[in-house]
């Protein structure tokens, strides 16, 4: 199986803040990397697919690159909005979330 | 209004069965293959099981397999989740999810709201 790891598990930034968030592949996974954010007591919401595609209504600010095993996401300047747990999650041999990454005030 | 709402959650004991279902509205819903989303509480997500657009084809995680089954009924725009033996450890949020990004397989661009298992005596 392939394991998905993201770093840092948590994150204290501040508003107009770029931020990074990273996840590595145990394997290469070519571009089969998505991005989702979720807020508390609600559904993940789809941002980046093919590790640098903005979904449809994602504000510009968020951005996603990478290839092979090692993937970031992006935030130009964050919006108070922008607190949220992210997820990669891979697509290239089965289904593998990573451990998510908690962007706190 | 493009939309998935779960229902079926509950309490139930260890061993037993439970059966979710996903009513999917605004799209066409025989056109997507369609996935089961699990989240422990305060854990991260895990994906559970697949099933292609005409239900011919279903894939398991490890976790459930043998124990879960996933099916769809495209004439009632239903996906459905069949737990059976069923452990603590089940214990989740279930969310249904579409794979709608014709570019990227297992891209999951809708998402229902979740309904909750607790498997306990």
């Known amino acids: 199986d392939i394991q998905m790891t993201q770093s840092p598990s948590s994150l204290s930034a501040s508003v107009g803040d770029r931020v990074t968030i990273t996840c590595r592949a145990s394997q290469s996974i070519n571009s089969f990397l998505n991005w989702y954010q979720q807020k508390p007591g609600k559904a993940p919401k789809l941002l980046i697919y093919a590790a640098s595609s903005l979904q449809s209504g994602v504000p510009s600010r968020f951005s996603g690159s990478g290839s092979g095993t090692d993937f970031t996401l992006t935030i130009s300047s964050l919006q108070p909005e922008d607190f949220a747990a992210y997820y990669c999650q891979q697509s290239y041999s089965s289904v593998t979330f990573g451990q998510g990454t908690k962007l706190e005030i | 209004e493009v939309q998935l709402v779960e229902s079926g959650g509950g309490l139930v004991q260890p061993g037993g069965s439970l059966r979710l279902s996903c009513a999917a509205s605004g799209f066409t819903f025989r056109s997507y293959w369609m996935h089961w989303v699990r989240q422990a509480p305060g854990k991260g997500l895990v994906w559970v099981s697949r099933?292609?657009?005409?239900?011919?084809?279903?894939t398991y995680a490890d976790s459930v397999k043998g124990r879960f089954t996933i099916s769809r009924d495209n004439a009632k725009n239903t996906l459905y989740l069949q737990m059976n033996s069923l452990r603590a450890e089940d214990t989740a949020v279930y969310y249904c999810?579409?794979?709608?990004?014709?570019?990227?397989?297992?891209?999951?661009?809708?998402w229902g709201q979740g309904t909750m298992v607790t498997v306990s005596s």
């Open positions: 999810a579409r794979d709608g990004i014709a570019v990227a397989d297992d891209a999951f661009d809708i």
């Open positions: 099933v292609n657009s005409d239900g011919s084809t279903t």
